[in-house]
């Protein structure tokens, strides 16, 4: 056990005027397992990076251990697994790096295959292999989860539970809550480390922002009456001082008593209304603004938007799932589940009218008006005008929805190529919310998504329950909004 010391630390990008990090200070314990959370583009990664040793920074981060990020740079995936394992790491003990990955349910022939032919879920759990196979190292683990189906979530949250000394970066509520003991929370005016689990700091934050919302309107009330009371006061003193002059004034000295005894009462209050102004200017600095989102659904003509009967999808002469049967009616959200590779994204794809393999019935309601969020992020640049132009999207509703994100103006000003992957993820969510449609198809949208905005688009479907097809393998989001799941495989 050691202690991390970050102290003064400050940072920003070369050719920005923005600090990304200014001054915080935190220390945290080796052997902790934190949950490092945060809006979009607040940061997170580039704190990683800075404690990896990556960028230049201001300040310092003392520790004595050797610290490791995930996910590796495997340059070329070409290799065999446990050639491209030892390019990052050089001679291994093989039999350490087999046991860790028999603990994520990976069998050890596949270090022997080229890198390339791994799903990206088995990368992700070969690279969480590599990270435990040495001593004395503090882990740095950003977003495993992502590429990660159910069943995946659950063994890597398991397996890092049962592991200590590393920061961790997911978005699912139900992984953090399974494997860390300690919140590392980049909030609006600072950096905090506080014990427990996701919901314990849920509840902790929701309590003290609770607490400082009232005690701010408590403050604000005080404030008034302190400076109509000072305003009073200084008024009487005036009016008793104006009584000195003239001939039938009373005792001149008995007045100035009164006026001055006045006027040290008006100071005093005025003295209680700036306290009472500090103690204010100390609270509100970190309660996050979550604006509630809108969706714009149109009805459909028919009861069933698409039917789906005896649907089997074939790539290259082999099944990719058989005899699927299903409907999607207006007013229902279904969620497709199932385990990464079995046709989840291939069946999206199918009723958007791709050129796919298939027999059995699929059958796409006449002019359906679809919106969809993809997957991917990776063709997404230029700035947001001109995407708001070429998907012919209302500009001001679309940066709207952004704001209510929580992206600042600054950003609208910047490529869409330099924004962070949830923060590109939001744009896809901004432009699908920015369109009218009979059915919503989003495959994954919550990859990159902070808890915040996750729980806005919560939020959105339940009130205004539009016509949904989604994958999504957060078992949170989906029990919390589908109306209807269909397991596929």
């Not at 063994?155 to 539970?161: A, D, I, K, P, Q």
């Amino acid at each position: 056990m050691s202690l991390i010391q970050v102290n003064n630390l400050s940072f920003s990008y070369e050719g920005t005027y923005e600090d990304v990090f200014r001054e915080v200070s935190f220390n945290i314990d080796s052997d902790w397992k934190l949950g490092l959370i945060s809006r979009n583009g607040r940061g997170k990664t580039t704190l990683l990076k800075l404690m990896s040793g990556r960028y230049d920074y201001q300040g310092s981060i003392l520790s004595n251990l050797k610290v490791d990020y995930f996910p590796f740079d495997i340059k070329d995936v070409s290799m065999n697994t446990i050639d491209a394992v030892e390019s990052i790491k050089g001679e291994i003990e093989l039999w350490r790096l087999i046991k860790e990955m028999h603990q994520l349910e990976l069998n050890e022939e596949m270090l022997y295959r080229p890198f390339k032919s791994l799903s990206m879920g088995e990368r992700t759990k070969i690279m969480l292999a590599m990270l435990f196979i040495e001593d004395n190292n503090f882990l740095l683990i950003d977003e495993p989860t992502n590429h990660l189906d159910i069943e995946g979530r659950y063994v890597v949250s398991r397996y890092l539970n049962s592991k200590k000394g590393f920061i961790l970066v997911s978005h699912d509520q139900n992984v953090l809550d399974n494997c860390i003991d300690h919140v590392l929370s980049i909030n609006r005016s600072d950096i905090t480390v506080t014990k427990g689990d996701f919901t314990t700091w849920e509840e902790n934050k929701l309590r003290q922002d609770n607490y400082e919302i009232a005690q701010n309107d408590k403050l604000k009330k005080e404030i008034r009456r302190l400076e109509t009371s000072a305003a009073q006061m200084s008024g009487w003193s005036d009016k008793i001082e104006s009584t000195k002059i003239g001939t039938h004034s009373a005792d001149r000295g008995y007045i100035g008593m009164l006026s001055a005894k006045m006027m040290r009462h008006s100071i005093a209050v005025q003295s209680r209304r700036q306290r009472a102004i500090e103690e204010k200017e100390k609270l509100l600095k970190n309660i996050e603004k979550a604006d509630d989102l809108k969706i714009h659904s149109l009805d459909y003509h028919s009861r069933y938007l698409v039917r789906i009967n005896n649907l089997s999808i074939s790539y290259d002469g082999k099944n990719v799932f058989d005899n699927l049967s299903m409907d999607i009616l207006q007013g229902e959200r279904v969620a497709l589940v199932g385990r990464n590779g079995c046709g989840k994204t291939s069946l999206i794809k199918l009723i958007l009218g791709a050129d796919i393999s298939y027999t059995g019935e699929i059958s796409v309601g006449s002019n359906l008006i679809i919106s969809t969020v993809s997957q991917d992020t990776s063709y997404l640049k230029g700035d947001l005008k001109r995407f708001a132009i070429e998907n012919k999207i209302d500009e001001s509703l679309f940066k709207a929805i952004l704001r209510k994100f929580g992206y600042s103006r600054s950003m609208f000003d910047k490529d869409i190529s330099s924004y962070s992957e949830g923060q590109k993820k939001q744009v896809l969510l901004a432009k699908s919310l920015s369109q009218q449609a009979h059915i919503y198809i989003w495959d994954e949208p919550l990859n990159y998504i902070d808890i915040l905005s996750r729980k806005q688009i919560e939020n959105l479907i339940m009130e205004f329950c539009p016509t949904m097809l989604f994958v999504e393998h957060d078992t949170f989001f989906v029990n919390m909004v589908a109306s209807k799941v269909v397991e596929i495989g």
